[in-house]
């Protein structure tokens, strides 16, 4: 989907805003063994996902909750560094801290409490063995609004949003243990958050009147999948054979893609360090082959469809901005295919029909190579380790998405959306876009408007209006009606896609 580059000038902006952003806001740096590092925030720990876990049958490290410091720092604070409690704490409202089952919590309540409650759900924390938590989007806000928050560490890191299931109900119950029991409860997350979200309220129909996934992993093993499609669909595209997991990924098979699909396979100096520049971010130059332009058309439809300029900048974003050389994606390639020390393949494409992406990918059902996933993986029930979501949930659901993330891809929207809609449940769902193009980069205003918006709809019974990104996710508009920007994006954001 070759399309001509916008205006200069729109492009330098974007590109000086991009090259002025800080590599923790932008995204997830590259791990060095990313298979485990699905749904990542911006910003969080970093590490060797896949690497850590504490629980039985899981091998890792010990996890330390630090009472002293316990709330993580953001990008402002070292990696291993907390912030100390008496950073959020103020007169009139009662802040509890403790432990349950080694995970840390923090909760607040202010002095005019609504009886209404903000459970939240944190994303992927990296490989450490820091355990933080993490205040709700808006804190503020809804502290000033009279509602209680409180949140939990997750006994373990790495990509577990299993046990996130566990440890955020224990905290739920406790919040009504400390506090009395909420008249409302709602659960909110981000990223891993997201998935930790769609799978709690199936889990525990009844602990939860209303929920708001952002970014979220509503697809749950499929975003694995996704991360298959694009490793062995670029081998495929550039004709290079390999076998996955490869311990040689990074060092030979991947060298030999780029070679295929980039003119500059190392960059360009002055340019760009990056060998997958589409031109968006680079006034027009691109270092794609036609096979590299092909990739990055099947990469597109792939992570949800065609978006028009928005992906473009997407792919230059994911590719220059977010990893320098253009290597996050191959990295996620790298590693044993498993995640949170569990034995056996998380990804499957065995009954991938690729032609239904577009007839020109119909040849890469030959060419490609196919993997089967393990079943005590991809089927697994419970808390471990990756929970299905079946799309049956019994409360409603407010989910919003940047319509640009290739790490989480809006397709993880559409296809909770699918299952959903399989369940009979559709009208518990509303899903909305956001004209972004990093992992989670949402407005404090946008956070605002979402949880404004859900609280109605469990207080009146009347959903608030959202976006059919099925049909529409081609729509030049999409997210025009919930995008909106603030001085709370700071230049963490890339976003400047107007709407006509």
């Known amino acids: 989907m070759r399309r001509p580059p916008l205006a200069v000038l729109f492009v330098l902006t974007l590109l000086a805003t991009l090259m002025a952003t800080p590599a923790a806001a932008r995204g997830p740096a590259a791990p060095a063994s990313p298979q485990a590092s699905a749904a990542k925030e911006a910003g969080q720990g970093q590490g060797q996902p896949g690497k850590g876990n504490n629980s039985s049958d899981a091998r890792g490290p010990n996890y330390v909750f630090d009472a002293v410091t316990p709330l993580g720092g953001g990008d402002t604070t070292p990696l291993g560094e907390g912030v100390s409690l008496s950073s959020i704490e103020a007169a009139g409202l009662e802040t ?8 840390g919590y923090i909760g607040q309540k202010p002095a005019n409490w609504n009886g209404e409650l903000v459970v939240w759900a944190h994303g992927y924390r990296g490989e450490g063995e820091r355990l933080y938590v993490d205040p709700p989007p808006a804190r503020q806000w809804l502290l000033d ?22 440890d955020t109900k224990n905290v739920t119950r406790r919040a009504a243990a400390l506090w009395g029991q909420p008249s409302r409860t709602y659960l909110a997350g981000a990223s891993m958050g997201g998935h930790v979200t769609g799978a709690a309220i199936e889990r525990f129909p009844t602990l939860y009147d209303g929920a708001l996934p952002a970014c979220g992993v509503m697809g749950d093993v499929e975003l694995f ?26 060092d030979v098979e991947v060298p030999k893609i780029k070679q295929a699909l980039s ?34 058309d099947f990469v597109e439809v792939r992570s949800g469809g065609e978006r028009g300029a928005i992906y473009d900048a997407a792919w230059d974003y994911w590719h220059l901005g977010a990893s320098p050389t253009g290597d996050f994606f191959f990295e996620l390639g790298a590693g044993d295919g498993t995640i949170a020390n569990r034995s056996g393949i998380v990804a499957d494409n065995t009954d991938t029909d690729y032609a239904s992406y577009g007839e020109q990918f119909a040849f890469l059902n030959d060419d490609i190579e196919r993997v089967e996933g393990a079943n005590r993986i991809r089927k697994s029930q419970g808390q471990k380790p990756a929970p299905l979501i079946e799309g049956d949930p019994s409360i409603p659901v407010l989910s919003i998405h940047t319509i640009g993330d290739l790490f989480v891809p809006i397709e993880m929207q559409l296809v909770y959306a699918d299952r959903v809609e399989a369940n009979g449940k559709s009208d518990l769902l509303v899903q909305r876009a956001i004209r972004d193009v990093g992992h989670c980069t949402f407005s404090g205003s946008e956070w605002v408007q979402s949880y404004t918006d859900l609280f109605a709809w469990v207080d009146t019974g009347h959903a608030p209006t959202g976006e059919d990104l099925r049909a529409n996710i081609d729509d030049p508009r999409l997210g025009c009606d919930w995008t909106i920007t603030d001085t709370t994006l700071g230049s963490a954001s890339l976003r400047a896609f107007p709407c006509r």
């Open 96 to 103: 509890v801290q403790g432990e349950i089952a080694g995970a």
């Open 225 to 250: 999948d996704y991360f298959l499609d694009y490793n062995l669909g670029a081998a495929a595209i550039a004709g290079v054979e390999v076998d996955y997991p490869s311990e040689t990924w990074l």
């Open 145 to 166: 609004n009279d509602y209680a928050w409180i949140a939990s560490s997750y006994r373990r890191n790495s990509y577990d949003p299993g046990v996130g299931v566990l």
């Open 263 to 296: 003119i500059a396979p190392t960059g360009v100096p002055g340019v760009t360090a990056s060998w997958a520049a589409g031109g968006f971010l680079t006034g027009g130059f691109s270092t794609l082959t036609d096979d590299g332009e092909l990739f990055k």
